[in-house]
Structures are given as structure tokens and as C-alpha cells.
């Protein structure tokens, strides 16, 4: 996996730096504190949700076991639909075939729909080195783009942005790349979007080529699908001739059924709404409706090995809702861009150091960034036990480094980081004492495909005890 | 080995030996709400506006007048009309009608006010509208370029209660747009707000025999 911030420091630095930002703090505070509550509630409307997550927890599994003959359905399917299917082992692969794709059209721009994706392998710059222009057209990524700065959230980008701070940047930056912002802008969050508005729209009509990612894949329909809520989505989803769509391969679901779980349980987590207003469905192309070309490019970048790891396979589950983000008091007050990676939060400190390997000091560094209190696991609709797999990822760090090792030293430091912030710590134990209480503990002898319904084994002791014992 | 064999190999050899996964249990409900077609639609309604759709309820001998005046209201220059449209939702429409041709260009159609269709389906539970570019719906981009869009539902036909309802009565092989309420962004501070590059009004009709 590509795509490290250079010169990222390891995650208690940049941590620190987190915590001394206020701005930041309060900005995170405020936006992690009103979703958390509303999907709460978002989640209450639905009696059958633990049904729903342990569906769409095997659905996953399951199609994980024999993704090889999933692969190959879906390849089979979405070229019969008129697609055209691409292979790519790693990032760079997968942007010389997309740069090649974009350039066989001899077009030089290029409009985005947010992909976690995309970000991951770096397309925008290796886009870049070849000419060619990509322009980012999610509003929060709008926002990164424009303020040469990075996503801190899986799904809004800026969290880290407050309105002030957005103004200023829509006011200082979207005349260098095309329609400035109207004249007195306000810090109005609908001015805001009105400003996004126009100046996309230009881009959005003169498109040729556009690029996506997708949330699932339908093995045996070819379908992708795509959520969104701002339309800019079905904008480069439609009006382009040409669309290239870049997914990893464990976004792939055996059948059309599937799609009725995550279509339940996505919205809800992710923006805590009974659905997003916008989700677009395509199989191939469309006679006269949209693209007339469709290039799908399967990524691995990683994910055969995190596949590879029997504890750690299950965090390719992920349908990237960010809920997990969202409850993390980690996460709340380090802020996103101390975990060094696309993937922030408890989702990135157990996928980012399995995609990309320990051996940098930040990704040596991740597994130690949480207080194992098991609020993560609690929310996500997929049930990945992301203690279990942040446990199991320490053992490994600590394998590797040995004592006195930078990687172990880089380790120690993020988990006295964790320790030495009792607000961190405390929220933790709370939230592992509330839950603790809901469920019974998981058998003992359960292998490694488990039921969610179980509860996922926390360290018995205190995080500062595991931490002690350990240390030496 | 080209990366295609690559990558399946690796799949191979990373789940060989790794136990059988269990299978996919379907308990979860397939609705939530009783079996009373005056509850699911009255549901459909609250979620609709919900969301800030704008929710008229009509039958055949109104739709003509409600539509004209929603146009009106809306000061509607012209309306785009996708083929397959029942001549008398529009029958009363002052303003221009703009068919969707194949050479329409995006441009063109941002020149356009609004769009009136039909559906496919529209799901209580959700608040949400399915459309699959089947008559009287055109191609996706006509209902996504205009600033307003008037979608009619036909009731009881059209409506069911929840997703897996409606994806046992979808075909994958169409283009499907889910629409849930009028275009919104929660990127600014995580707070909801209505319109940003969809059509910013949506007036959705529900239209009984
Ligand atoms: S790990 Fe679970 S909660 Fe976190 S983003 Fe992924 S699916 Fe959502």
C-alpha cells in the first residue's frame, strides 16, 4: 500500500500535536458527538439489527473463503454486461492502468467521486505525473483538495474542518482551480454548498472521464454500487462516456440478496440516516444511459495478505461506515491524521498496518493507538472484533522488534500515549464496562469464523495492566 | 504470471486450510411494518418528508392540476419529458416541454428547470424512490441535471415497505438510482444540508386510481 504521508511521524507524535490543536479537538468533538447519537437512534428503528449484522458479518466471511471463485463470477458478469475487467497486484499497477485508460481517451481531466480506494494507491498524483487532472468532487474531499491537506475521516474527509475554516479556503483557493467562489461568501453551511455547487457544475458538464470507486460488487449480476449524498456521484457516475471504477477485491458480495443486508445497515452507521439520498446501481453499461465505456480495476494492494492472517482476515469485512471512528476515544482526540493513513481510527490501526506490513514505525506504531475498550466492535455492523485483531497485531509487532527495537520503541510510545491520557483511557473503560455487561462472554473453543452475537474477547485486565505486564 | 493469476493464486493460498465459513442466515425481517397498505403508504409519507421531500397526494382526475401548479410555483420555464410519460400528468402544464433526444447534451438539459417522471418503486420504510429508466423515467441524467425534479408514485401499486421487498422486485440488469429525499451533504460539521448537486426540490406525488 502507498499512499504513507512522507514524513509522517509515528502515531504519539503526531498525536501530541493533535491534542495542543484545540481547534482541531473541538471541531472533532462537536462533529463525532452529534453522529454518534443519531445513529444511535438510527439504529433503535430496526428490531432485527443484530440479525442484520450477523447476515452481513457471514455474507463477508463466507465470500471471503472463496473469493477466488467470486472473482472470477464477477468477471465473467460484468464483462458479459459490456464492462471491461483489469487486474492490478498494487498500487502501481493500478495507476499505470488507469493512467493508460484515461490517456487511450485522450482526455486530461478527469472528475472524482470519493474512494477510499483511490486515495489509498495515490491515483491523484500518479494522475498528476502524467498530465492529467483529477478533480475531487465529494464536498469533503473538495475541501482537502482545495486546502492541499489531508482526509482525517473515512466518510467527511474534513472533520477536522470547522465553517470558518472552510470559508476561508473556498474564498482563497477555488479560483485557481476554476470558478471562484461567489463574491461575500458566508460561513453558512448551505452558502457553502451553493459555492461547491457552481463550481463543479462547469466540471461536471464538460466531463469525458470518470473515475469511482464502488462500496459492493454483485458477483453474480456485475452490479456495482455506489453510496452518496451529495449527487456528485451519479454526476461522474452518468455523465461521462468514459468510466473507470477502481475497487478492491474484498468489496465483492456473491448475490443481488446480499445487497438487501448492507442496504440496511450501511446508511445507518455511516451517516446515521434510514438511507442516503442517493445510491446508484450499474451492470456494465446502459444502452444510451451513461458511460458507453466501463473499465472495472480489481486491487489487491495488500489485502491477499491481511486475507492470509486468520485473526486478522476479518477486518476485510469492512464496508468503510466509519462508525467505529466515530465512538473511538482515541480517535476523538488524536484526530485522524495521527494514524498516517487513509483508513484512520480503530478500522485503520488494524487494516493500514496489515495492507502495508509493520515495518514502519507509524504502522508498528497502530496497533498500539486504542485502549482495547471494545466501543469499535460494538457499533460496527459487520462485527469486526477489532481488539482481538489489535491484540493479535501487537504479539506480531512485538515478534518482530524485540526489545529495544525502534519498531518496539515506536510501539511503547503510543501506548504510554494512550495511557497518559485519562480522558482517552477513562471513556474506554467506560464504554467497555457499559457493553461488557450486554453479552455473554464468547465460548471457549470458537474457531476463527465466530458469531457476532458473542461477545469479543476483551483483555480481562485493564489496559494499564496489559500495558505493564508487557512493557518488560 | 500475469497479475490476474497472481492475485487468484494469492487468494488460493491464503484461505487453503482455513476452516469452512458458516452459512448466511436470512432471520432479519423482510418489513418492519404491518400489512396494511393505508400504513405503508401514510409511512412512506412521514419518511419522505422526513428527509425534506415535498409530498402531495392526488388520483387521476387532480394530477393534471397539481402538477401545473407545482410547475408554476416553481416558475418553471421549461420541463423536461421523458418518453413514456402519461400525457396527462402534464395535460395542464403551461410551460415549454423539452423532450430527452439522444444528442441532448448535459448542457442542454442544465438549461432545463424541471423533470417530471415516474418510478419503479418507492419503499416505506426508507423514504425511499427506485428508478430504473423504464417508461416514464428516461435516462438517469435527466432526473439528476434539472433543480427539480417531480417524481409520482403510483399508489398502492408502486409502493412496498422495506429494501428486501424492493430488491425482490428489481432487476439488476437495469441502471437503478435510489433517491432519499432531495440531494444533501453532511460534510460541514456532520450537519445535514439540503442540496448540493442534485436537484435541490423534490416534489414527490403520490397518485391513487
Ligand atoms: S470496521 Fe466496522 S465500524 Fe469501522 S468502518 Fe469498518 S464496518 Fe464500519
Redesign the interface.
Known amino acids: 500500500m502507498s499512499g504513507t504521508f512522507v514524513g509522517m511521524p509515528a502515531f504519539p507524535k503526531a498525536a501530541r500535536d493533535a491534542v495542543r490543536d484545540t481547534t482541531l479537538r473541538g471541531n472533532l468533538r462537536h462533529a463525532t458527538h452529534t453522529i454518534r447519537d443519531k445513529r444511535a437512534k438510527a439504529v433503535a428503528e430496526l428490531d432485527d439489527w443484530q440479525q442484520l449484522r450477523e447476515a452481513g458479518k457471514r455474507i463477508k466471511d463466507l465470500t471471503l473463503r472463496h473469493l477466488d471463485r467470486h472473482l472470477l463470477r464477477l468477471e465473467e458478469s460484468v464483462t458479459a454486461a459490456g464492462g471491461t475487467v483489469h487486474w492490478a497486484a498494487d498500487a502501481a499497477e493500478a495507476n499505470r492502468i488507469v493512467g493508460d485508460l484515461v490517456k487511450a481517451t485522450g482526455e486530461t481531466e478527469v472528475v472524482k467521486v470519493k474512494s477510499m480506494a483511490t486515495q489509498e494507491i495515490g491515483l491523484n498524483e500518479a494522475l498528476a505525473a502524467e498530465g492529467i487532472h483529477a478533480y475531487e468532487t465529494d464536498l469533503a474531499e473538495l475541501i482537502v483538495q482545495l486546502g492541499d491537506d489531508r482526509p482525517s475521516h473515512i466518510l467527511v474527509p474534513a472533520i477536522h474542518r470547522n465553517r470558518a475554516e472552510i470559508r476561508a479556503i473556498f474564498r482563497d483557493r477555488m479560483a485557481g482551480w476554476g470558478r471562484p467562489a461567489p463574491e461575500g461568501l458566508t460561513d453558512n453551511p448551505a452558502d457553502l454548498a451553493e459555492a461547491a455547487r457552481l463550481h463543479l457544475r462547469e466540471k461536471f458538464l464538460r466531463a469525458k472521464v470518470g473515475i469511482s470507486g464502488a462500496n459492493f460488487m454483485v458477483a453474480e449480476t456485475g452490479t456495482l454500487v455506489v453510496f452518496e449524498s451529495e449527487g456528485n456521484g451519479r454526476m461522474c457516475l452518468t455523465l461521462p462516456e468514459t468510466l473507470i471504477s477502481v475497487v478492491g477485491i474484498e468489496k465483492t458480495v456473491p448475490t443481488w440478496q446480499d445487497l438487501e443486508v448492507f442496504l440496511q445497515t450501511l446508511p445507518r452507521s455511516s451517516t446515521a440516516e434510514r438511507m442516503n439520498p442517493y445510491t446508484s446501481m450499474w451492470t456494465g453499461t446502459a444502452d444510451g444511459d451513461g458511460p458507453q465505456t466501463f473499465h472495472l480495476v480489481l486491487l489487491d494492494n495488500g489485502r491477499t495478505d491481511a486475507l492470509a492472517d486468520d485473526v486478522g482476515r476479518q477486518a476485510l469485512r469492512c464496508i468503510r461506515c466509519s462508525a467505529c471512528l466515530n465512538v473511538c476515544p482515541v480517535y476523538e482526540r488524536a484526530g485522524g491524521h495521527a494514524y498516517g493513513s487513509v483508513y484512520p481510527g480503530p478500522i485503520g490501526a488494524i487494516l493500514t498496518p496489515q495492507l502495508r506490513g509493520t515495518t514502519s514505525e507509524i504502522d508498528a506504531s497502530l496497533p498500539y493507538a486504542s485502549s482495547l475498550c471494545g466501543a469499535c466492535y460494538e457499533v460496527c455492523p459487520v462485527a469486526i472484533d477489532i481488539p482481538e485483531v489489535l491484540v493479535h497485531l501487537r504479539e506480531k509487532v512485538a515478534d518482530r522488534g524485540g526489545p529495544g527495537h525502534r519498531l518496539e520503541k515506536a510501539a511503547m510510545k503510543a501506548a504510554t500515549w494512550a495511557m497518559d491520557h485519562p480522558g482517552a483511557m477513562a471513556a474506554g473503560e467506560r464504554a467497555a464496562s457499559r457493553t461488557r455487561a450486554l453479552h455473554p462472554r464468547r465460548p471457549p473453543g470458537a474457531g476463527a469464523w465466530t458469531d457476532s452475537r458473542d461477545l469479543p474477547e476483551l483483555p480481562a485486565e485493564p489496559f494499564r495492566d496489559w500495558w505493564r505486564k508487557n512493557r518488560t | 504470471m ?3 493469476d ?3 493464486a ?6 487453503e486450510g ?12 423482510v418489513s ?1 411494518t404491518p400489512d396494511d397498505p393505508a400504513a405503508v403508504l401514510d409511512l412512506l409519507h412521514e ?1 419522505l418528508v422526513d ?1 425534506r421531500a415535498r409530498v402531495h397526494r392526488t388520483d387521476e382526475a387532480g394530477i393534471g392540476a397539481l402538477v401545473a401548479g407545482l410547475l408554476a410555483a416553481r416558475g418553471a420555464g421549461s420541463v423536461l419529458v421523458p418518453r413514456g410519460l402519461p400525457p396527462e400528468w402534464l395535460a395542464e402544464a403551461a410551460c415549454a416541454h423539452v423532450e430527452d433526444g ?1 444528442e441532448s ?3 442542454d438539459l ?1 438549461a432545463v428547470t424541471s423533470v417530471v417522471t415516474g418510478c419503479a418503486l418507492a ?1 416505506a ?4 424512490l427506485v428508478l430504473d ?1 423504464g417508461p416514464a423515467q428516461g ?3 435527466i432526473t ?2 434539472p433543480d427539480h425534479h417531480i417524481c409520482v408514485v403510483r399508489v398502492p401499486g408502486q409502493i412496498v415497505a422495506s ?2 421487498q424492493a ?2 422486485r428489481l432487476d ?20 445535514r ?7 435541490r426540490t423534490l416534489d414527490v406525488v403520490l397518485l391513487s386510481p
Open positions: 500475469n497479475a490476474r497472481r492475485i487468484l494469492r487468494v488460493r493460498a491464503a484461505v482455513a476452516p469452512e465459513a458458516p452459512p448466511v442466515v436470512r432471520d432479519y425481517l418492519h419518511n428527509y439522444a447534451t448535459a448542457a442544465d419503499i420504510e426508507t423514504g425511499t429508466g435516462r438517469r441524467r439528476l441535471v429494501v428486501p430488491m425482490a439488476p440488469g437495469r441502471p437503478l438510482t435510489w433517491i432519499s429525499g432531495p440531494s444533501a451533504t453532511s460534510d460541514i460539521e456532520l450537519d444540508v439540503e442540496g448540493v448537486h442534485g436537484p
